[in-house]
């Protein structure tokens, strides 16, 4: 092909090290972190994983980032090779799922009984991930915001033509990739019921009001309002 290639969607680098900053802050202490991919032959999952370990190299290089695991966007196969990963590292921290066959891992770790002991990262927000926040099987989903890229899209496309016929050169169309995250959060002692909505500069306080993890000096919360789609470089 020759020319420009234009690309609508999310930046899989900063992905994979916003995923890399959730276990990094959450976790309570360094460990051993499982990585499962749907297949390391698409390119967004490959960028996710070098993302995700540039993070670690540079931040926290404590943990210990296991060899990914395929699983060929399949559930049955996710729940077979998380079992597995349960079994040889009792120990493990924390599990990224950065590919397909996410409903299988879940499963897994809710048979297993390790369901809320570690911390989990995934990706889209839909009925699987939503009840996975909800019952505490997920600390955290990374998801497309399929509406504002929608909307970009079709906003850069009427820019473009405008420009076009106006002489013009218009060349950042778009957004910078940024995702949606969704955490859990609501006011338990209050009695209110919990709420999957999008994690916010507070995200990380409630984390730890839950048990997850520990205030740390640089992360988000009352004393440092940061809001998370700044970490995303």
């Known amino acids: 092909a020759t020319g420009q290639l234009h690309y609508i969607g999310l930046d899989n680098w900063k992905v994979g090290r916003t995923s890399a900053w959730t276990f ?11 990585v499962l991919m749907g297949n390391p032959r698409y390119r967004n999952q490959e ?54 066959g996410i409903s299988g891992a879940l499963a897994a770790l809710r048979s297993s009984g390790r369901a809320g002991s570690m911390v989990v990262v995934g990706y889209d927000l839909m009925d699987v991930t939503r009840a996975a926040l909800l019952d505490g099987t997920m600390t955290l989903v990374i998801s497309h915001p399929l509406s504002r890229l929608a909307r970009d899209a079709i906003d850069g496309m009427v820019r473009a033509r405008i420009s076009a016929e106006d002489g013009d050169e218009i060349h950042d169309l778009l957004g910078d990739g ?43 919360g009352a004393n440092n309002p940061v809001e998370w789609r700044s970490l995303l470089q």
């Open 24 to 34: 990094a802050n959450v976790c309570k202490d360094p460990g051993k972190i499982g």
């Open 47 to 100: 960028m996710n994983e070098a993302g995700f370990r540039s993070y670690f190299r540079e931040h926290a290089p404590d943990f210990t980032l296991l060899e990914p695991i395929s699983t060929y966007e399949s559930s049955a196969v996710a729940q077979e090779m998380t079992e597995r990963l349960l079994a040889d590292h009792p120990d493990l921290a924390g599990l990224y799922i950065s590919g397909g």
């Open 178 to 220: 940024e995702p949606e995250i969704y955490d859990l959060l609501g006011d338990l002692d209050g009695g209110n019921l919990p709420a999957v909505i999008p994690a916010t500069s507070d995200a990380l306080a409630e984390l730890d009001e839950y048990g997850m993890g520990e205030s740390k000096p640089n992360a988000p």
